[in-house]
């Protein structure tokens, strides 16, 4: 393993499997180590947590896979991201702006970020909290843009999707992790649609317009892309069982067939 190298993992509590991947990340690339996995079995309906203790359980399984395949390196993770979904999660929007304030009048990172950091500022219900945002749109003193860093201008705005999560149910998840042997990594949230569109699909794609639709056994995930960013997105609590068993009763076959 080299020097400038990380060990990071992503898990997934999902609603038929538990999913954990472990990766060595470098400033260049990632490369997958190790992987485990474990049926959710009747911990889980339809993305969230029924019953803890079953959860753990399976986790615990998904985890000792994980270890064996990865040589032990999965309990040296640094990073340790898990995948939120499920039906209370919401999408909503917002818009921030930052002025250039340097001589030049160069957008910078400084600029972008305090321009994100402002769309973020919403009204948030007690007991919600926000896990992701997404860039929709930038425009340069009025006039739309599509990588605002580095060009000339003096007022940028941004519009971001802002996903939103009952922080109950994220600390659930959480819980899992740090009762875990990942107890001492990072810990970050990322929401599933975000993730399908970084795993699926290419730049030339986000930036054209694209419909994913990831369907799962108890939930289906959805975004629409356009222009780089993400303009909606949303998780619905209708998965493949549904089909599944609709297909099972029309043809007369048991659900486990």
């Known amino acids: 393993m080299g020097k400038a190298s990380v060990i990071a993992t992503a898990v997934e509590i999902g609603t038929s499997q538990i999913s954990i991947l472990v990766g060595e990340v470098t400033e260049l690339s990632v490369t997958v180590i190790g992987r485990g996995s474990a049926p959710s079995g009747e911990a889980m309906r339809k993305g969230e947590i029924r019953d803890m203790e079953l959860v753990s359980k399976a986790f615990e399984q998904a985890m000792a896979q994980a270890d064996e395949s990865s040589g032990g390196a999965v309990l040296g993770s640094a990073i340790v991201t898990q995948v939120i979904s499920g039906g209370g999660v919401i999408c909503t929007t917002g818009v921030g702006t930052a002025s250039v304030r340097n001589e030049a009048g160069i957008v910078g990172e400084a600029e972008m970020n305090e321009a994100r950091s402002n769309a973020q500022v919403i009204e948030i219900t007690p007991g919600w909290q926000i896990i992701n945002t997404d860039d929709i749109f930038w425009r340069l003193d009025g006039r739309p843009v599509g990588h605002p860093?580095?060009?000339?201008?003096?007022?940028?705005?941004?519009?971001?999707?802002?996903?939103?999560?009952?922080?109950?149910?994220v600390a659930n998840f959480s819980d899992l992790i740090r009762n875990s042997e990942l107890l001492n990594a990072k810990l970050y949230n990322a929401y599933a649609p975000i993730c399908a569109k970084e795993g699926t699909l290419t730049d030339k794609e986000a930036d054209d317009g694209a419909v994913l639709i990831d369907l799962g056994a108890g939930c289906t995930d959805f975004l629409?892309?356009?222009?780089?960013?993400?303009?909606?997105?949303?998780?619905?609590?209708?998965?493949?069982?549904?089909?599944?068993?609709?297909?099972?009763?029309?043809?007369?076959?048991s659900f486990g067939v």
Not at 156 to 166: G, H, N
Not at 225 to 250: C, K, P, S, Y
Request: aromatic share 2%.
């Open 149 to 169: 860093l580095n060009q000339r201008g003096r007022k940028l705005e941004v519009q971001v999707l802002i996903v939103l999560a009952p922080s109950a149910q």
């Open 224 to 253: 629409v892309a356009r222009d780089g960013g993400m303009v909606e997105a949303g998780t619905l609590q209708i998965g493949f069982d549904h089909v599944a068993n609709d297909l099972a009763i029309g043809l007369g076959l």
